[in-house]
């Protein structure tokens, strides 16, 4: 164990950081450390406390260790424990010189969500520490020196050249490394391709390397279409069936922005047919298509699909980034690009590296070359997978009404509800600690109204089942079955 562990609001729920350093082995650490979160107020009256087989499961502790503090706490007087109610900090211990020190908050002030079921992010507690840590040491102890100075805008090479034969492995990716531009996610991409930079592209000289009009599923991200917009792209939606994207719709777009292997949100990959057809659309256009790969590893009733890139090199840009993956605190992302936009992107770019962090990328190169990627994926397919399924089950029993959909892949799930309810059964869910996005808030402003006949522009819940931490799963889904609404 190391010498410190730092608790976040999804496992005690407040911001903790337990010093785990005390003399006397791991009980008596953990003893010392919650005594003084209790004394000096970073853990409040009537705070629960996790079971302690789930805590002991997220600190790598035998489970007899917390049970001993935990009962060590009670006797004390620290803790209390009572059947079905699980244990909490006592009333009584108020916290030392809190009147002075910590003002007391407002008991009006909105706390945050008690359950958070948002699409987006991966189980944070599941990060490989040990192994990136092994990984970033590796790394620096053999850089060379260069390594320390000004950085290629194009990426260090270590990490393309392990891309490159990685993304051709897990994804179908056919790609040298000086296609290859590292990137610090996904916005900054569309930012190097569509923003007023330096480079050229197909489209003009001075400019950026790509131009509008694009066409965009008609779900999909805000946050994406707004920076489009901000960067003068005019964005076309395309309707959406069982099908995937209605690539057969477009029309003179100079390109198309899809998330063919797992729709976004609504879920399912786009069909072979119009994988093919997209791609003969940009040929006859010259036109572009951009891929978005922003969960591609996670697969699990189902083959893994592989990138649209690997149909033509020459008319996708495939961009993909260990957001969903490891975690979206590295910044780390890549694009495989066309030959003839390599030049143009780079411009944009700038002469030096100011975005990913190169002893990130380095550590990253390794990461993925020593083969601790590759088990770290497989082990959270596993646990996603598992998750997934406790969803469906939950689901299933509670409020079999509710058809859930989009489950084969990804990290989140699409729940049908009943028409006209999606606003009331987001209110209810806020008002119960619950933090969930309806599928409402994906589509785009310019997309036609509720169709019976599309069934992605019904009422319905994105779910998000990887935020959570384990210990903290169950009651979410209770949670969420709780606030559903009746058939």
């Known amino acids: 164990m190391g010498e410190s562990w730092v608790n976040y609001a999804e496992r005690i729920g407040v911001d903790l950081h337990l010093e785990l350093s005390a003399p006397g082995g791991r009980r008596a650490a953990l003893t010392v450390a919650l005594r003084e979160a209790v004394r000096s107020g970073r853990l409040a009256a009537g705070t629960r406390l996790p079971p302690y087989r789930s805590l002991a499961a997220d ?9 001993d503090a935990y009962a060590e706490l009670v006797a004390e007087g620290w803790l209390t424990a009572r059947q079905g109610s699980g244990t909490r900090v006592a009333e009584r211990a108020e916290p030392l010189r809190a009147a002075a020190r910590v003002p007391r908050k407002s008991p009006t002030r909105a706390r945050g969500p008690r359950h958070d079921l948002r699409q987006g992010t991966p189980d944070a507690s599941a990060f490989p520490r040990a192994a990136w840590l092994a990984s970033y040491r590796r790394a620096v102890q053999r850089a060379p020196n260069e390594v320390f100075g000004p950085g290629d805008p194009a990426g260090r090479r270590e990490l393309r050249e392990a891309l490159a034969e990685y993304l051709a492995r897990a994804r179908g990716v056919r790609a040298k490394p000086g296609r290859i531009v590292i990137c610090s996610g996904f916005a900054h991409a569309l930012r190097l391709l569509f923003g007023p930079g330096h480079g050229a592209g197909s489209g003009g000289a001075g400019g950026a390397v790509l131009r509008g009009p694009l066409a965009v599923e008609a779900y999909g991200l805000g946050f994406h279409r707004e920076l489009l917009t901000a960067a003068g792209v005019r964005t076309v939606p395309l309707p959406l069936d ?6 057969d719709l477009l029309g003179r777009e100079r390109g198309v922005l899809l998330t063919p292997a797992h729709q976004f949100p609504t ?3 786009l ?3 119009r994988r093919a057809a997209v791609v003969d659309w940009a040929r006859a256009r010259d036109a572009v298509v951009v891929e978005d790969d922003y969960d591609g590893e996670f697969r699990y009733d189902r083959k893994p699909v592989g990138a649209v890139q690997g149909l033509d090199p020459e008319r996708v840009v495939h961009i993909g980034s260990v957001s969903k993956s490891l975690s979206p605190a590295l910044r780390l992302g890549w694009m495989v690009l066309p030959e003839r936009y390599v030049d143009g992107v780079l411009a944009a770019k700038g002469e030096r590296e100011a975005w990913a962090s190169v ?14 990627y590759d088990r770290h994926v497989r082990r959270m397919r596993q646990r996603y997978r598992r ?15 509710v058809r859930v959909t989009g ?11 009943p028409p006209g309810t999606e606003r009331s059964t987001l209110k209810a869910a806020a008002w119960h600690g619950v933090a969930l996005e309806g599928l409402a808030a994906f589509r785009h402003p310019q997309a036609h109204g509720a169709d019976d006949a599309d069934p992605a522009v019904r009422d319905g819940l994105v779910v998000g089942y990887a935020t959570p ?15 559903l609404p009746p058939p």
């Open 59 to 67: 600190l790598g502790v035998a489970r007899n260790t917390v049970a």
């Open 359 to 372: 002893l990130d990328q380095l550590s990253l190169a390794d990461f993925i070359v020593s083969g601790a």
């Open 242 to 247: 069982e099908d995937g994207a209605r690539v």
């Open 271 to 273: 069909h072979p047919t």
């Open 267 to 269: 879920g399912g990959p």
């Open 469 to 483: 931490p384990e210990h903290a799963y169950g009651a979410a889904l209770d949670a969420l079955c709780a606030v």
């Open 407 to 417: 489950v084969a892949a990804g990290l989140h799930a699409v729940l049908r509800l």
């Open 387 to 401: 998750r997934r399924d406790r969803l469906v089950e939950a689901l299933a029993e509670h409020a079999p009404h």
